[in-house]
């Protein structure tokens, strides 16, 4: 047995998987609104030149999971649009997290790492 199937094993039962995709999907819901959360509170911040939310902490939850509310936030927001390199990192690890789902959640993808 090669170590794609003994670490997919528990997800190729579609029983196991149902659960998985609901808690996946209940986890990143949560973390992409504190993401969009914490980029409004930052916004606002910014306006009154009060205290800021440190952009580690913003990239940490984006990593976490929180990369799309991330990225709404920023561009609904009108926020961090234009700072860099916190962009172009935000935008890989969107990029990062959308290929391990795809990877995931896709059974011909399972299929191909199984293989």
Do not use: C
Not at 2 to 21: C, Q, S, T, V, Y
Not at 40 to 46: I, V
Not at 81 to 109: M, W
């Amino acid at each position: 047995m090669n170590w794609p199937e003994l670490l997919l094993r528990p997800f190729l039962h579609p029983d196991a998987m149902i659960k998985f995709l609901l808690l996946l999907g209940a986890y990143l819901g949560v973390m992409n609104l504190l993401a969009f959360a914490l980029f409004h509170h930052d916004k606002r911040q910014a306006e009154k030149r009060g205290w800021r939310v440190p952009e580690n902490t913003l990239l940490g939850v984006a990593i976490l999971g929180g990369s799309f509310g991330a990225k709404w936030a920023q561009y609904a927001l009108r926020h961090k649009t234009r700072k860099q390199p916190f962009s172009l990192v935000l935008n890989l690890i969107l990029i990062a997290q959308v290929v391990l789902i795809v990877l995931l959640v896709i059974p011909a993808t399972r299929e191909m790492l199984l293989s």
